[in-house]
């Protein structure tokens, strides 16, 4: 078996969101040797931290498209399966903030919080562009909205961090609850 994970959450490094991917990551790789691990990283400027060299049985790769072009991409238009960027796969697993269409494979995607639905004055909500640095910040609300579109629609598996999360997905998103299932920090 051959399952994709998008790992460009590990880029910024010490957040919650970071933190759960990559103790969700370490446990997976050493509970099943046998399964085959493809890591999808995308960041214009960031460097991976974390390790996989070690690792036989994951393969990484790396990629330098900004998330802006792959929320229009894959959240927006929807196009370009994960499969054209790092091969045949039969699970694909999403995390934060993209949601690329498949070819074939399954999907799961790992669910936070619905803080863009609950308490939208609290995230980020307007595109800025920095001309001097060269730099588009996204409106994270609606990127957001976007993503979780896609995740009500295709996601066969949609693993939450909390029973407040799921709670959430049912009431908020409408999602059922046999897709969705409770996965805490401390695995």
Aim: charged letters at 30%.
């Amino acid at each position: 078996m051959r399952i994709g994970i998008d790992v460009s959450q590990l880029a910024f490094e010490d957040t919650g969101v970071a933190n759960y991917l990559e103790n969700l990551l370490s446990e997976l790789f050493r509970l099943n040797k046998e399964i085959e691990y493809v890591l999808f990283y995308s960041s214009l400027r960031k460097e991976l931290r974390f390790k996989t060299q070690d690792l036989k049985n994951v393969q990484l790769r790396k990629f330098r498209i900004p998330p802006s072009i792959l929320d229009i991409l894959w959240n927006r238009l929807h196009i370009f399966p994960i499969e054209n960027f790092i091969g045949d796969i039969d699970v694909f697993m999403t995390s934060d903030w993209i949601e690329p269409p498949t070819r074939k494979a399954k999907k799961a995607t790992i669910l936070y919080d619905l803080i863009v639905y609950k308490y939208p004055e609290e995230t980020h909500s307007k595109t800025e562009f920095n001309p001097l640095r060269f730099i588009i910040s996204p409106n994270i609300v609606a990127s957001q909205k976007r993503k979780l579109k896609w995740v009500k629609k295709e996601s066969d598996k949609i693993l939450c961090i909390s029973e407040a999360t799921k709670k959430d997905a049912e009431e908020i998103l409408g999602i059922e609850s046999s897709r969705l299932e409770v996965i805490g920090a401390g695995i």
